[in-house]
């Protein structure tokens, strides 16, 4: 029933790959960034696509920032680097901020927000990825350890709350094992095979029925434990397995049987173990507790999917951190990695995949080498000649969305109350409500996150953001005038051309143009009366813009 | 009233079950002591005789000798001793069972709408007041084979006629309902004597013992003792605890009012009310002073699946008789001497009860309940593919001394 | 992608209809998901606009539309004439009685779920064959294909007890921009109102510097995400100007009255507010019918507080010529069973129920099917939701059988592939 001849050119591929690129890397001349750069450039010119030009120092600190430090550097920062002379800046900028205890925080947000999908947050979840980028662990480590958890260790077991958070039960409904099957394979692996859990795909025809099968056969297997014990968090306890899990397509009768395997991998065998052999810790039935079996499907999962062995985990991530980076995936999806759905640069997916696998999934190599390249480096100005570029040829900057936890910081920075909110400094004879970094994490995620299960991929304004911007306590009272901040600082001063270069640099990153001067200029004429509402309206609308609201 | 031997009763137990094909409402004993009557869900008074029974003192007898008739009628030896000639017929069936006794279905009294919940005897004559839900209200010698009423009035009030009250010398009726009037008849030709108009919907109305006031309460908490010669209010109880807004739903928690203690007492029954929809709660007694209308004792029993208290019946020993419905679960059958912190007897092995009739010799009552099984969504059919109601037992207890 | 995983055991998969056999099937592709431009076009044009009151937990069709008075099961209430012959509701219902001649009554719905948590999204989602998807609730279909009217408030506008904002559950597949945005206990989602510090000139001014940023700022870049941004603030700002429409308190007592002063009253008019302002569909949500227990009285004291409502908005939908491209729609999952049981309640019975509808393409004055003397069953064809959706989708102007949605390249019919609109309750 299950023809592998489908499978055997994706395979054949990446050997092929291997084959090639090896003998290139082991010349080791030329570094990624640069092939990057090569194959974006190649494409761009077959496709007639002119390049944009790089992006100015101002677009390419507030990016860099974002990207690396999940926020934006104050003006007094911005304004230290466009005085900078030297000409390797950017690259000295970008090990800065990598160099920086922000960085491990930033990944670790991004992973949580990418993974856990808005569905739920932990402590210790968020405390186990930030240490895991600080030690800048290897990536398939990680996933061995989130997808094998040890509930056990103290540092591991947040870890183990992408799969115990799935397994709650929600009101009535059944414990949804099917949902944590797919999204491992997603997040994971980049396959969806949701639509195989009943059938085989009927769009992808690498994805089988078995596939789906034989990671939830896995998952099926393990019980949700509630903390107790040697156990500090929820876990999960795993059943013995002893043979394998028999399925039936809906659509052709046909029937099929798996054991544990990694989709689109081989099958792990099924020991046959002798009764005394079968658990490490037989289960206590009149204690009501859970035994540890010696085979854990998990753990066999685990290994195999998160290993150099297995092609889709090198390019799933190395698709993603493209992703992250450049706002549209080399295959896109980020989910629906298949043979008919070739990457837009393949060869060079083929050679970041293959780099990374040789690196040992070091997702900080990974970034660092993306962030040197030229593509990265772009403006996202349209060149003039270009009339909607395909973002798939990379030609042009793609504009990406700022998760809820970036733009409150950003906005806490532009607005000067970072220090206040964040630190708790600079309170003293302040009047009013004291708001804390908290209150302001939780009210823009609740306006600009989406929801539970709800990729964030792209730039997406909503009614529930607009409301919020224009009417919401918090967004009005960073721009009243406070000791210290952005609003303090420009009411203080008189010169309208000095006042502009200030709120431009403070919010947008960037200095004014003469036309921007300007306006400000007759802007706080007209106002002149009440120039202080006038000056906290003007940066409201600074920091409602999609300038503000985008990364780009 | 003679002091009953029944004031501390024992346990109660089930001494008979009476099948019956409908779901009943309103069960009553008459007051000699020989039918039970009950109301049904589709436009009929049933009827039983309750035979092996000595009959009760004559109509118009003086109401001296009805005690020494009951004496008789508890007295196993005097059972033997001159007796009408109908119960003479069941005394093979009767002997060696001291308690046993034979209800004969006699035929129903038709000619009503809808539901028959209201139901009422005259304290002497032979006569059955009864009401039904679509507003008619008639008079009926209720013990022939198959009487017509005497009087009748098809539109006494517009629509659900919930109680009947009858005055203590029997010479008027009061009715209330869901059109939010309070109506007094006279009873021996069914014409209008006064009303009053409360403006929303009235689920019982009771005599005062006088006989000048009647005391009706709504569904919205509110009860109140009215001086209808006068048309005016003499008292207000509040009752407020006998009423929710839950959402859209005034939950109304009023089922039945009664005098205790010899008059001085008014007792309102129904429900503490929880949550409407499937309405939930637990059952209530209120025990107001009549004359100062003070609240005396809130008295709750069970948790809030126990539901309403739907009837009462005030056992002459000086005791409340109430019937549950139960939301879910069973319905209960409670004791509950004013005063006391609980109830000194109940028992929850009926499904769901509708209504209690306390029979006269205060020994025997009666409670309509529900059969077994009577809920649940969709489908259920009979062998025949048959779409099945559900039916109405009456369960007979006797009292023991 | 928000689709939980459909159970094998609910998969029926009609694999003729997948590879787009029908005749009318048409291209995939990006006409904002529709499978066809020139039908989204046409649908926009018309400001057709809905009106659903869902009664959850399920109203007595015995308690409302369809009186058995004088049965074995008909309970204690009569029977009144309505504004056309021969037809009767029960004694609860006066008002709506008198409206009887705007409404279709169809009191032959048969439906397979008898429980509320899967039988309310059920209903609402017109119950379609199973592809592995969550459908989209009627509002959030509407939503997607007729999009927002001219007015630019939104398009699906939820008026409902309990909590508000934004609530996306509704939308299925089709993703969160078309869930509805609910007004919980009548009141506007979070930050609705304009700031106390703002006066309307400051307000404006704000908001047009920040339209001539975005506009400096997209001259040169791609424009999608400005059009989207000046969208969302326009909606926003239409949503503000008319906090008139939703301030219960600055209403005129008259009308509190005339549609009652109970929550499904006030409800009900800022319902039609919503209408009148140009809202493309409104649902109205009442809680509390589940009647297990005490039905009768339980009905006798919800029913009326419908009855005032529904009966003064479907008066005054029609009084302003709204009726005639609104299409009004008052159900719940289920009915309740003939049967009454030990706790003087009626169970959920999806047997033989009723609904009424009024408005855009429906027929005035009728009444659809029929159930039998005891109100047991239907008595000729009975009609399942899918059925009941076409006929929506086709009273609206949608061809339910042609039209489809484009899920990633999945085509996915609008209705139940089996079913067809009601002839009879069609103009």
Known sequence: ?552 | MNAVPNANPGEPKEIKNIVSDQQLLCARFSPCGQFLVAGSHEGSVRRWRVAGEKPAAAPNAAPAEAPDALADLLSDDKKKAAKPAKAKQQDAKAAGEASAVEFAPLAPLTGFNGWVQALAFHPSDKLLFAADSWGKLNCTAYDGESPKPRWENPAAHDGWIRRIAVSPDGKLLATCGRDGFVRVWNSADGKPVAKHEHGSDIFAVVFAPDGTQIVFGDGLGKIAALDFSAGKIAREFDAAALHKLDRLQDIDGLRALAFVKDGKTLVAAGLLPKNGGTVQGTPMLLYFNFASGKLEQQFTHGDVKDGYIEDIAVHPGGYVIGVSSGVPGNGMVMFHRPDEKTAFYFSTKIANCASVALHPDGRRFAVAATNKGSNGNGRRLSADGEYLGNNSPLHLFEIPA | ?427
Request: charge should be neutral; proline fraction near 6%; aromatic fraction near 10%.
């Open chain 1, 1 to 552: 029933m299950r023809a592998h001849h489908s499978r055997s050119p994706l395979i054949a591929s990446f050997l092929v790959t291997i084959a090639f690129t090896g003998a290139s890397f082991a010349a080791a001349a030329a570094p990624v960034s640069e092939a990057v750069d090569r194959a974006i450039t190649a494409k761009a010119a077959t496709a007639k696509q002119p390049l944009a030009g790089p992006a100015s120092d101002a677009e390419f600190l507030r990016r860099a920032w974002l990207d690396f430090g999940g926020t934006i550097p104050t003006a007094e920062e911005a304004r230290k680097y466009f005085a900078d002379k030297d000409a390797g800046k950017r690259a000295k900028l970008i090990d800065q901020l990598i160099a920086s205890p922000r960085f491990a925080e930033r990944m670790g947000e991004a992973f949580h927000i990418q993974l856990m999908e808005r569905n739920g947050n932990s402590l210790e979840w968020r405390s186990y990825l930030t240490e895991s980028f600080r030690a800048n662990k290897p990536w398939d480590q990680m996933a061995r350890e989130i997808i094998s958890p040890d509930f056990k260790d103290e540092k591991l077991r947040g870890a183990g709350y992408f799969i115990t958070r799935r397994l709650e039960k929600v009101g009535q409904q059944d414990t949804d094992y099917p949902g944590l099957t797919r999204d491992t394979g997603r997040l994971f692996m980049g396959v969806d095979l949701q639509c195989c859990q009943c059938h085989k795909h009927l769009t992808v025809s690498d994805y089988k029925q078995a596939d789906f099968s034989g990671l939830f056969m896995a998952f099926q297997n393990a019980k949700l434990q509630k903390p107790g014990g040697d156990y500090r968090t929820d876990w999960v306890a795993e059943g013995m397995v002893a043979k394998k899990y028999e399925f039936v397509s809906v659509l052709s009768s046909a029937k099929g049987a798996t054991g544990p395997r990694v989709p689109l991998g081989k099958e792990v065998e099924i020991p046959t173990l002798a009764k005394e052999e079968q658990w490490i810790v037989p289960p206590d039935t009149k204690g009501k507790k859970a035994g540890i079996p010696r085979f854990s499907p998990l753990k066999e999962i685990a290994e195999r999917l998160a290993s150099p062995e297995n092609p889709f985990f090198a390019r799933n991530i190395a698709n993603r951190i493209w992703f992250h980076l450049m706002g549209r995936g080399l295959v896109e999806p980020l989910d629906l990695m298949h043979s008919e759905n070739p990457a837009s640069h393949p060869e060079l997916f083929d050679l970041l995949a293959q780099e990374m696998t040789a690196h040992k999934f070091d997702v900080k190599w990974l970034l660092r080498e993306l962030a040197l390249t030229q593509a990265y480096q772009r403006g996202s100005v349209i060149p003039p000649g270009a009339k909607d570029p395909p973002e798939d040829v990379f030609s042009v900057a793609k504009e990406r969305p700022l998760s809820a936890e970036q733009l409150a910081r950003a906005f806490l920075v532009a607005t000067g109350e970072h220090e206040r909110v964040a630190e708790g400094k600079g309170w003293e004879g302040i009047e009013g409500t004291k708001y804390s970094q908290k209150e302001f994490e939780k009210a823009f995620t609740a306006a600009f996150a989406n929801e539970a299960r709800e990729p964030e991929l792209a730039v997406n304004p909503t009614l529930r953001s607009a409301l919020f911007l224009r009417n919401n306590e918090l967004v009005l009272w960073s721009l009243q005038r406070r000791t210290g901040n952005l609003i303090d600082r420009v009411a203080a001063m008189s010169d309208p051309a000095q006042i502009a270069d200030e709120i431009y640099t403070a919010i947008l990153t960037r200095p004014p143009t003469e036309d921007e001067k300007s306006d400000v200029a007759k802007y706080l004429t007209k106002h002149a009366a009440d120039c202080e509402k006038a000056l906290g309206h003007y940066a409201w609308a600074m920091l409602s813009s999609i300038e503000f609201f985008a990364n780009h």
């Open chain 3, 1 to 427: 992608m928000n689709s939980p995983l459909c159970k094998p055991w609910e998969h029926a998969f009609s694999r003729r209809q997948f590879l787009g056999a029908s005749a009318g099937a048409l291209a995939l592709g990006a006409f904002g998901g529709l499978a066809s431009s020139r039908a989204a076009e046409a649908m926009r044009k018309k400001e057709k606009q809905v009106l659903f009151v869902w009664l959850d937990g399920g109203i007595s069709q015995l308690e409302s539309w369809d009186p058995k008075p004088n049965t074995q099961f008909g309970g204690p209430f009569r029977a009144i004439p309505t504004s056309v012959p021969g037809v009767h509701f029960s004694e609860l219902m006066p008002k709506s009685a008198k409206q009887m001649h705007r409404l279709c009554v169809v009191r032959s719905l048969c439906t397979k779920d008898n429980a509320h948590s899967s039988g309310v999204a059920r209903i609402q989602r017109g119950d379609p064959k199973t592809r592995g998807v969550p459908y989209p609730f009627f509002g959030s279909a509407i939503s997607k294909l007729m999009g927002p009217t001219a007015s630019k408030l939104p398009a699906y506008v939820w008026i409902k007890p309990g909590s508000g904002g934004f609530k996306a559950e509704d939308a299925g597949f089709l993703g969160p921009k078309y869930g509805s945005v609910a007004f919980g206990d009548g009141k506007p989602p979070d930050d609705l109102l304009r700031h106390a510090s703002l006066t309307t000139e400051a307000d404006e001014e704000r908001n047009e510097l920040r339209e001539m940023l975005n506009k400096r700022y997209a001259e040169q870049r791609r424009r999608n995400y400005t059009e989207a941004s000046s969208y969302v603030f326009d909606t926003a700002q239409e949503l503000m100007k008319r906090a008139d429409i939703f301030d219960t308190t600055k209403m005129p007592a008259k009308e509190l009255d005339r549609y009652g002063r109970t929550e499904i009253g006030q409800h009900m008019l800022v319902a039609r507010n919503m209408l009148e302002a140009g809202v493309r569909f409104v649902k109205v949500n009442s809680y509390g019918w589940d009647t297990h227990g005490d039905n009768f009285n339980g009905h006798a004291s919800l029913v009326p507080k419908f009855d005032r409502a529904f009966a003064a908005i479907v008066e005054d939908l029609a009084a302003s010529g709204l009726l005639e491209n609104t299409l009004v729609v008052a159900m719940s999952e289920f009915g309740r069973t003939p049967r009454i049981n030990g706790h003087v309640g009626r169970d959920h019975w999806p047997e033989a129920w009723s609904l009424a509808m009024a408005g855009c393409g429906v027929k005035a004055g009728a009444v659809v099917g029929a159930t039998n003397e005891k109100g047991t069953f239907v008595k000729d064809e009975g009609y399942d939701i899918g059925s009941v959706f076409h006929t929506w989708f086709n009273a609206l102007g949608i061809d339910s059988q042609r039209v489809e949605y484009d899920n990633h390249g999945q085509p996915l019919p609008i209705a139940h592939d089996d079913m067809k609109p009601i002839k009879e309750a069609l103009v």
